[in-house]
């Protein structure tokens, strides 16, 4: 399975090298998010830097959404489904893959927003560790539960539209947890900081399990 | 379903119905004539009578019954588009109820702490549960074969149950730790006994009885849509077939929809 999925992985990633489309698209995006908020909240920079932490996590909640399109669309054309499919690669291997190219991508979004809060919000990371931590748990997760719904959306019409509504509410702890623990890493309170990981964790694990459980039977439908 | 398992389903339903009728009516009679004001919060006590069954039927009764039949219908030894339909159902009732859950709450929330909504853990916690099941929905209305639709609303329903747990603790967190002391629930510490214990007990037998048969009349027209849906592609399929044959033979005889209708 691990083999597998570093095939897929860097399958998806040699892609996405040669298109350019996160680079192009999902980056900007995410840096045209934070500004757009900076244009909504005004330019006070207190308010900026108390806003901060949770701009950043509905920016890169946003980016997930559309690294999972992409992470989708990249299997839709010309049977590559099918073709994944008979590969004969185990069906949790194409799902881990598929969640760590995104999850790169996710962590190239990460670092240009982190830059873009210290640019633009003026905002001092205290306990930059646990910032990094939160990030990564947040990671892991966001992209497993983003490709197991993209792969539930695979194939419909109605994706670009479905994927969202499905996928946002779900996410609703990172973004609560990851907030909360990036306002402590601001604040530098690191004490009730670390008791949001308790959250992105278990996030994180549930989902990359229930992925590697349930991609099987998602790959067989449509 | 043979046509006698059929009629007994209908009778059943009917009875039901019948049940979840009178006992909301009792409820409803008892709650708002019979029953006395509480002593602190007046007559607004009486949507205890109503607001508490209707989250329970939506939050344990509803997404428990579709958690359910959703992992039944993806074990392979129980699947069956039978454990779909309840789950579609189930889900379809419990999002109606989860509104109606918000709606009491809040039209409770107004007089009590003078804002229609707070931001308290149990309140967005609800909140996120209903935009959850309204992607169900939604992806349940993309059009698909059956199984295809099945299978896919399953892992859904799963995957967001899942998440059932996660959400409520975050938003617990977020909210003790984000805004401490505004917690008050009085609705839940308020005490209940006599005719007014009595009335709630009714209130929690007729919301569940109104979800039972609720259900059963949903389970029963998804039933008949896939069945009018196999009828019409019969049909289309027959006449196609006529096209080309010629002198058209007669079409194959379609059975009456049962129960359909009628």
């Known amino acids: 399975m691990w083999r597998d999925a570093l095939l897929v992985a860097s399958k998806d990633v040699r892609i996405e090298l040669r298109s350019r489309v996160a680079l192009w698209q999902v980056l900007p995006f995410a840096v045209l998010v934070l500004v757009l908020f900076g244009f909504a909240l005004g330019p006070g920079p207190a308010t900026l830097r108390s806003a901060a932490p949770g701009l950043y996590w509905l920016a890169v909640l946003f980016s997930t959404v559309l690294a999972t399109q992409r992470s989708v669309a990249i299997e839709s054309g ?54 990094l931590v939160a990030s990564v748990l947040a990671t892991i997760g966001l992209s497993a539960a983003g490709v197991l719904y993209g792969a539930l959306s695979a194939g419909l019409r109605v994706r670009e539209t479905l994927l969202p509504l499905l996928v946002l509410p779900i996410v609703a702890p990172v973004l609560i947890a990851g907030s909360r623990a990036w306002s402590a890493a601001v604040s530098g309170a690191v004490g009730p900081g670390t008791s949001w990981l308790k959250i992105l964790g278990p996030f994180a694990a549930v989902y990359v399990a229930v992925g590697i459980g349930l991609y099987g039977p998602l790959q067989e439908t449509s | 379903m043979t046509a006698g398992a059929v009629q007994r389903t209908k009778a059943v339903t009917r009875w039901v119905g019948l049940a979840a009728l009178v006992t909301t009516g009792l409820t409803v009679w008892l709650g708002l004539w019979v029953t006395p004001p509480a002593k602190v919060q007046g007559t607004l006590a009486r949507l205890l009578y109503i607001h508490p069954p209707i989250a329970w039927v939506a939050l344990y009764c509803a997404f428990g019954v579709a958690a359910l039949s959703s992992l039944l219908y993806l074990w392979r030894r129980t699947r069956s588009l039978f454990w779909d339909r309840l789950g579609a159902s189930a889900v379809e009732v419990g999002v109606i109820f989860t509104a109606l859950t918000l709606v009491t709450g809040s039209l409770w929330g107004r007089p009590t702490w003078g804002v229609w909504w707070t931001w308290t853990a149990r309140l967005t916690s609800t909140a ?36 059932v747990p996660i959400v409520s603790f975050s938003v617990d967190w ?89």
Do not use: C
Not at chain 1, 81 to 93: E, Q, V, Y
């Open chain 1, 78 to 131: 010309e049977g590559t489904r099918d073709g994944l499919r008979l590969s004969g690669i185990d069906p949790g291997g194409v799902f881990l893959g598929k969640a760590a190219a995104v999850a790169l991508q996710l962590v190239a979004v990460q670092v240009l927003l982190g830059a873009g809060l210290v640019v633009l919000f003026g905002v001092r990371l205290e306990a930059w560790w646990l910032a």
């Open chain 2, 128 to 163: 996120l549960l209903l935009v959850l099941f309204l992607g169900y929905l939604a992806l349940r209305r993309v059009p698909a074969a059956p199984e295809v639709r099945a299978r896919r609303s399953a892992v859904a329903a799963l995957v967001a149950f899942v998440d």
């Open chain 2, 174 to 262: 977020w909210q003790t730790l984000h805004q401490r002391g505004t917690v008050l629930n009085p609705g839940l510490t308020l005490k209940v006994h006599g005719s007014m214990a009595w009335t709630m007990g009714l209130g929690f037998l007729a919301m569940t009885l109104v979800f039972v048969w609720m259900v059963m009349v949903r389970y029963r027209i998804e039933a008949l849509a896939d069945q009018v849906g196999d009828e019409e592609l019969e049909i289309s399929l027959s006449e196609r077939w006529a096209e080309g044959d010629g002198p058209a033979p007669a079409p194959p005889r379609v059975p009456e929809p049962a129960g359909g209708g009628r």
